[in-house]
T-cell receptor, first 114, second 117 residues
Framework: GNSVTQMEGPVTLSEEAFLTINCTYT??????LFWYVQYPGEGLQLLLK?????DKGSNKGFEATYRKETTSFHLEKGSVQVSDSAVYFC?????????????FGKGTHLIIQP | GAVVSQHPSRVICKSGTSVKIECRSL??????MFWYRQFPKKSLMLMAT?????????EQGVEKDKFLINHASLTLSTLTVTSAHPEDSSFYIC?????????????FGPGTRLTVT
């Protein structure tokens, strides 16, 4: 079956530091890949996605590239802010976009200190 | 736009009773909604796919007679936990699917914390 593995936190960084959250996956076929963010007290929000190999998803300064050869979708941001503190989930879907139920990683709690 | 609500946000019930959780898409119609369960420090696990006007599709290992899902309209899906037990205590999250084909996107509700005493 499908699975997603991501680094577990908490990850604590100083403001303006470089961020990488690793995510690798196991899936049959060609899944779509997602990063969701959950701010305190709120529901999950789609941060970015990629639907095929070598696609780069980007949003709000975050980027992730769909690497089929390494089955990875690592999340990066060049300079984090305190407001980026949240829980980040890597996820995949068998079919295009978000057509099917998602398989999630365990989530990475990111804490940005001023 | 694309807001999904859940009600209640928190519920405490006694063992053996049933509890209903509602998931609503507030500004769009959703023929398909999903129900997830999140354990502490665990990922969200897909429980079932709820399709408007038809029976839900349950993931392997999820008891369909215990977790009753009804998707009676294009904006409302309900999850009823029947004869709840303490091990059913968890955080339940729904999502509603919008879009077509490769533009599908799931919008998530804020979740419902269920505690069974």
């Amino acid at each position: 079956g499908n699975s997603v593995t991501q680094m577990e936190g908490p990850v604590t960084l100083s403001e303006e530091a470089f961020l990488t959250i690793n995510c690798t996956y196991t899936a049959t076929g060609y899944p779509s890949l997602f990063w969701y963010v959950q701010y305190p007290g709120e529901g999950l929000q789609l941060l970015l996605k990629a639907t095929k190999a070598d696609d780069k998803g980007s949003n709000k300064g975050f980027e992730a590239t769909y690497r089929k050869e390494t089955t990875s979708f690592h999340l990066e941001k060049g300079s984090v802010q305190v407001s980026d503190s949240a829980v980040y989930f890597c996820a995949l879907s068998d079919r295009g976009g978000g057509a099917d139920g998602l398989t999630f990683g365990k989530g990475t709690h990111l804490i940005i200190q001023p | 736009g694309a807001v999904v609500s859940q009600h209640p946000s928190r519920v405490i019930c006694k063992s053996g009773t049933s509890v209903k959780i509602e998931c609503r898409s507030l500004d769009f119609q959703a023929t398909t909604m999903f129900w997830y369960r999140q354990f502490p420090k665990k990922s969200l696990m897909l429980m079932a796919t709820s399709n408007e006007g038809s029976k839900a599709t349950y993931e392997q290992g999820v008891e369909k007679d215990k977790f009753l899902i009804n998707h009676a309209s294009l904006t409302l899906s309900t999850l009823t936990v029947t004869s709840a037990h303490p091990e059913d205590s968890s955080f339940y999250i729904c999502s509603a699917r919008a879009g077509l084909g490769w533009t599908y996107e799931q919008y998530f509700g804020p979740g419902t914390r269920l505690t069974v005493t």
